[in-house]
């Protein structure tokens, strides 16, 4: 399963939008990047050699590029530092019409509980990075909504 998702990602994923947002981001810099890791013989050797542990995990990402980093970088380097093309969902939910949008969604859907739907927003509202779990029960409604289908939950 991890495999094929893998593949999945080095066919869609990867092409389709994080290297297109790279490349578009360079060009507008004048900057010419390369994707080090890209080779086809890196990309094989990954998929058939290394173990389940050593390409996902729950909780780090880039587990053999941290092995690496922690035997050749200082050991203050931080290695944790980049954090992606994300957008600010937490923020955006916080307050303000997507946040109204969101609740009000959610809270008069027949899919999901109104008191988890409340809980999520109060964990929201404590600094709790949940922002990723409510867009995603909206997404999800909408798809349930605009195929008619009821969880009844």
């Known amino acids: 399963l991890v495999d094929n998702l893998i593949f999945d990602d080095l066919k869609s994923y990867l092409p389709n939008n994080i290297l297109h947002k790279v490349d578009t981001c360079?060009?507008?810099n004048s900057l010419e990047i390369r994707a080090p890791f890209l080779n086809n013989e890196l990309?094989?050797?990954?998929?058939k050699y290394l173990k389940f542990d050593q390409k996902v995990s729950f909780s780090d990402k880039k587990i053999i590029l941290k092995k690496?980093?922690?035997k050749v970088l200082p050991k203050s380097f931080n290695t944790n530092r980049k954090l992606g093309f994300s957008i600010p969902l937490n923020n955006w939910l916080k307050k303000g019409s997507f946040r109204i949008y969101a609740y009000d969604t959610l809270v008069s859907s027949n899919n999901f509980s109104k008191k988890n739907i409340n809980s999520l927003f109060k964990l929201l509202d404590d600094n709790n990075l949940v922002g990723?779990?409510?867009f995603s029960l909206?997404?999800?409604e909408?798809?349930?909504v605009n195929y008619k289908i009821n969880l009844n939950l």
């Open 43 to 47: 990309s094989d050797y990954a998929l």
């Open 26 to 28: 360079s060009m507008v």
């Open 68 to 70: 690496i980093a922690q």
């Open 138 to 140: 909206l997404i999800l």
């Open 142 to 144: 909408k798809w349930l």
């Open 132 to 134: 990723d779990k409510i």
